[in-house]
């Protein structure tokens, strides 16, 4: 079974960093693309960044470039988010999700919770 499992979301001052870390299992994980997506309460779930399977390509939102990296380790079965520089419209849950952009994005994690504030 596809299990996707989010951890290293917390509370955070504007300005600082946190790494989010998603462990996949159930599928051969060097074959999907991969793509963190966040939502704030009575927002729409929103792309943040994508992946390639094999980490050669990735994209971001414009309102996290060159503050946020997606990267993976297909050897531990894991892809991170990286993110420096939190603003406060940063906060919300993100979710792991298993695709890369443009394509069907079937299976999500439960989510981590992220709070910018000071």
């Known amino acids: 079974q596809v299990q996707l499992v989010e951890s290293g979301g917390g509370l955070v001052q504007p300005g600082g960093s946190l790494r989010l870390s998603c462990a996949a299992s159930g599928f051969t994980f060097s074959a999907y693309g991969m793509s963190w997506y966040r939502q704030a309460p009575g927002k729409e779930r929103e792309l943040v960044a994508t992946i390639s399977n094999l980490g050669r390509r990735s994209n971001y939102a414009d309102s996290v470039k060159g503050r946020f990296t997606i990267s993976r380790d297909n050897a531990k079965n894991t892809v991170y988010l990286q993110m420096n520089s939190l603003k406060p419209e940063d906060k919300g849950v993100y979710y792991c999700?298993?695709?890369?952009?443009?394509?069907?994005?079937?299976?999500w994690g439960q989510g981590t919770q992220v709070t910018v504030s000071s």
């Open positions: 999700s298993r695709g890369y952009q443009g394509q069907p994005h079937d299976y």
